[in-house]
């Protein structure tokens, strides 16, 4: 069984930083593109960015020069670093994983993670 468990949310000033953790585990061949997306309170899901399995990025207008996405393909992990952070950016952050497993092909999404900006 595939999990995707997150850490590195939490409380910080505009202006401040934070490094989100997605680690994937279970019975797990291979792994394709990674990604954040995020959801803010009455809104839907937006995507943040991706990695591909090639360490091709992709970066939503809103997060380009501010969040660095990047993956430890031995740790099965996704990183997000985020700077010069907004309440705008308050969400909850969730990973998610094209992952071929055990149990077939299919994306995988970690559990979210709460991240809160104050002005």
């Known amino acids: 069984q595939v999990q995707l468990l997150e850490s590195g949310g939490g409380l910080v000033q505009a202006g401040g930083s934070l490094r989100l953790s997605c680690a994937a585990s279970?019975?797990?061949?291979?792994?394709?593109?990674m990604g954040w997306y995020r959801q803010a309170p009455g809104k839907q899901r937006e995507f943040v960015a991706q990695?591909?399995?090639?360490?091709?990025?992709t970066y939503a207008d809103s997060v380009k020069g501010r969040f660095t996405i990047s993956r430890d393909s031995v740790r099965r992990t996704v990183y997000l670093q985020m700077d010069s952070l907004q309440p705008e950016d308050t969400a909850v952050y969730s990973c998610?994983?094209?992952?071929?497993?055990?149990?077939?092909?299919?994306?995988?999404w970690g559990q979210g993670t709460q991240v809160t900006v104050s002005s």
């Open positions: 990695i591909t399995s090639g360490g091709t990025t």
């Open positions: 998610n994983m094209l992952i071929v497993s055990a149990g077939g092909t299919g994306a995988f």
């Open positions: 279970g019975s797990i061949f291979s792994i394709g593109a």
